[in-house]
């Protein structure tokens, strides 16, 4: 009952006013993040981490963390309202949740959702706070070659795990190695890849990436579709909220099982997106109102959602006791906690107990904030989306270009993130995935280091990597994703099925 | 979207810009071995060189590339359908040229000022509002900024002779 008593100390760091007033700061700008198109999770909290510097490392984390859980209740907003998914985790959600808007039930799959986000959210955050100390405790024993083998394994489950072309996804996340190693060799202190171009010394900055992979690109790809928003109005009052509630309980398997779905997602970096996906598919398959998916089902909106929530909050887990992000949004946070001076890992645990604990404290309040947050500020956040799209694109690149000059106050990095930009409508495009190459570049550094300490130590044998028990299984797991493809590919051909995926 | 139906020619195919890109990124990976060999990617009396890592990256980039290419051409799934329509290419590229524009005028004349063009062009050329409501937006939104960064938060961004002519 160590997590239990850790846990209660966590709340009183909330006991300071301050903390409670930047978790609602960071929630309302989370949803309204969410809801903005170009602007999202992971480019949000880029965007917004130059201005936390000055604040201590707690109260910067809770709020972070707030603009994390609020853009992830704000993407079902737009994709209820607008059938255009604020975000990527939320496209599951508009399969159900437009059409509910279009039958006049708005009301009814907004509360759905927001109440279905909360509730997997809430079931990550137990699972964390029980889990953390173990694996922490555990990791601590962990040498050069052990954190490098739990990289491999994150980058490998990517290619077992992701949607898109396994091609795809190694080169895209072997670009981001690349990148990330541009720059000063951490190591030997040589110059590295950066072709006598003095502005490349510091190398390429992720979150730059991240603001203009996700914030550009995304802008650009928007515009593609026209300037046109159709929305539907959302009538949310007290009576709906409980009619719904009222309706919801029969739905807690789904509502369970999406949790899993997402936890499991969450914690190997699968992500929120492929976790939503996941779970609507399997509620489809399982549930008796299975065939009315698609037409305005409820539980078409719940399995969606818990799953995108429960994935997106149980992401930290790894950040904390591993230092290494479930995704791209885990990832600037994970950054955030680098410029700190805070090391995220195992020790992190025994060194920091108050910001730890605070953290997860917060992530308890933060989510019944976000949740009566949403409920109550609904209509407004959809006027907002009423804004014609010439005016709210400007100002989101604006907003961009602020956050990429704030992080290190060098104009060549607005520059470098309109070409991120276009990198990242290109890739979106050719389906590319942005997460390896996001984490790649976070990472890179790290794993780079790892290898090298585990090559120091075993002078150049590859061997140690299967010199005990756990790191070779650790590092057989890592292969047997990395071949996941070609498995799947060879079972579907024994049993002479066509892929069993929805088609995205 | 209505007004798309009669620009819905493709300008190029999936499977062309599918092979340009992977070609772009095996020549980065190219790129990454010849810088990491010029740095020596073997075993240095203290450990790795510095162009160990990045090596079998470089490596990496190159197979995966080909792998895409082979996929894209003789693949059971081949790539299909067309990049980008002339409508779309349009619509993107009324947002991506103004932003070049807005980014190459901050060094010059500050980003508050070019942000303050940025906004009003925008909303005059795409959503052509009317005068009065592209100034009042193009003015406000700059504003929030400048008291949001430079008073509240004291972070500097870049200014340039307007900020300098008012005494800032």
Same mark, same amino acid.
């Given at each position: 009952m ?60 809770? /709020? ?5 859980? =609020?853009?992830?209740?704000? %993407? *079902?907003? !737009? @994709?209820?309202? +607008? ?6 985790w ?9 059409? /509910? ?5 708005? =009301?009814?799959?907004?509360? %759905? *959702?927001? !109440? @279905?986000?909360? +509730? ?119 009576r ?58 409820l ?11 429960a ?36 020790l992190?645990?025994?060194?920091q ?92 550094d ?14 150049g ?17 890592a ?26 | ?115 303050a ?23 406000a ?7 949001l ?20």
């Amino acid at each position: 009952m160590d997590a239990l008593s850790s846990l209660i100390d966590g709340f009183g760091v909330l006991g300071d006013p301050m903390n409670i007033m930047y978790m609602f700061i960071g929630i309302t700008l989370g949803v309204l993040i969410g809801v903005l198109p170009g602007l999202g999770g992971a480019n949000g909290v880029a965007i917004l981490l130059p201005l936390t510097f000055s604040m201590s490392p707690t109260s910067a984390i809770i /709020m972070l963390s707030c603009i994390y859980w =609020g853009a992830l209740f704000g %993407g *079902a907003i !737009t @994709s209820i309202l +607008f059938n255009i998914p604020g975000e990527p985790w939320s496209v599951a959600t508009t399969f159900d949740g437009y059409p /509910m808007a279009q039958q006049g039930r708005a =009301g009814e799959a907004l509360t %759905g *959702a927001f !109440t @279905s986000s909360f +509730f997997g959210a809430l079931i990550a955050v137990v699972i964390l706070t029980f889990l953390a100390p173990l694996v922490a405790d555990f990791a601590l024993e962990f040498g050069p070659a052990e954190l490098f083998a739990v990289q491999l394994l994150t980058f490998c489950s990517f290619v077992g795990m992701g949607k898109e072309p396994p091609f795809k996804i190694i080169a895209s996340m072997m670009f981001g190695f690349a990148l990330a190693a541009v720059g000063q060799d951490p190591t030997t202190g040589q110059l590295r890849m950066t072709f006598g171009w003095y502005e490349l010394l510091r190398g390429f900055d992720f979150l730059i990436a991240v603001i203009g992979l996700f914030g550009i690109g995304e802008i650009l790809l928007t515009m593609e579709e026209g300037l046109a928003f159709k929305g539907k109005t959302a009538k949310i009052n007290p009576r709906i909220v409980l009619q719904t509630w009222a309706k919801l309980p029969k739905y807690w398997v789904t509502a369970l099982r999406g949790s899993i779905v997402g936890c499991w997602m969450g914690i190997t970096p699968g992500g929120a997106t492929p976790a939503s996906f996941m779970s609507y598919g399997l509620a489809k398959r399982m549930s008796k109102r299975g065939p009315n998916f698609g037409k305005g089902e409820l539980e078409g909106v719940v399995a969606p959602e818990t799953a995108a929530h429960a994935a997106g909050t149980s992401a930290l887990l790894p950040m904390l006791t591993l230092g290494i992000p479930g995704s791209p949004t885990a990832a600037v946070l994970l950054g955030g906690l680098l410029i700190w001076g805070l090391q995220p890992g195992p020790l992190l645990f025994i060194e920091q107990p108050e910001f730890v604990w605070g953290l997860i404290a917060s992530m308890y309040i933060g989510n019944v904030a976000g949740l009566i947050v949403v409920l109550t500020t609904v209509p407004l956040f959809a006027a907002i989306l009423r804004i014609p799209f010439s005016i709210i694109a400007p100002v989101i690149v604006v907003i961009c270009a602020v956050g990429a000059y704030t992080v290190n106050n060098a104009l060549l990095d607005m520059s470098f993130m309109l070409v991120f930009g276009v990198i990242g409508y290109v890739f979106k495009k050719m389906n590319y995935p942005l997460a390896p190459l996001v984490l790649a570049l976070v990472l890179g550094d790290m794993a780079e280091s790892n290898f090298r300490n585990a090559m120091i130590l075993s002078d150049g044998s590859l061997s140690i990597f299967w010199s005990n028990g756990l790191v070779g299984s650790i590092c057989g797991l890592a292969l047997v994703m990395l071949l996941w493809p070609v498995f799947s590919a060879g079972l579907r051909r024994l049993r002479g099925t066509t892929s069993q995926l929805p088609a995205q | 979207m209505q007004d798309q139906e009669n620009t819905k020619d493709g300008l190029v195919s999936n499977r062309s810009v599918d092979i340009v890109v992977a070609l772009i990124l095996a020549g980065i990976g190219v790129l990454v071995i010849v810088d990491s060999l010029r740095l020596g990617a073997g075993w240095a009396e203290d450990g790795p060189q510095s162009g160990y890592f990045p090596f079998y990256i470089g490596l990496a980039i190159i197979l995966a590339s080909f792998g895409t290419i082979a996929v894209t051409l003789f693949g059971r799934n081949r790539t299909r359908g067309i990049f980008v329509e002339r409508g779309q290419l349009l619509h993107v590229l009324k947002v991506l040229i103004p932003t070049v524009i807005f980014v190459a005028l901050v060094g010059f004349i500050g980003i508050y000022v070019a942000s303050a063009f940025f906004i009003g062009g925008s909303m005059r050329w795409l959503g052509k509002f009317r005068w009065r409501i592209v100034v009042a937006v193009s003015v406000a939104v700059p504003f929030a900024l400048f008291l949001l960064f430079e008073i509240w938060f004291l972070v500097p961004l870049p200014k340039g002779p307007l900020e300098d002519f008012l005494g800032y």
